[in-house]
């Protein structure tokens, strides 16, 4: 994965939702982000972490016959 950068205007330094909510890893979905948004950015606290948890309707069933 690569770090997506976005860009905070100092005069409004709050960030309400995630920039690009379509860059989500395959196979997985959304489950949470920290600090909880939406939140203030400031010089100390400029990080937003986004956790991700693997899509159970993406996992496929098989079966290994042995001969």
Known sequence: DTLKDQSVLVAKPE????????NVP?????????PKLPTTITASNNVIKVY???????KLDYRVEYY
């Open 26 to 34: 395959a196979g997985y979905t959304r489950i949470t982000t920290a």
């Open 52 to 58: 991700y948890k693997a899509d159970e309707s993406q």
């Open 15 to 22: 960030v309400k939702a995630v920039a690009d909510s379509s």
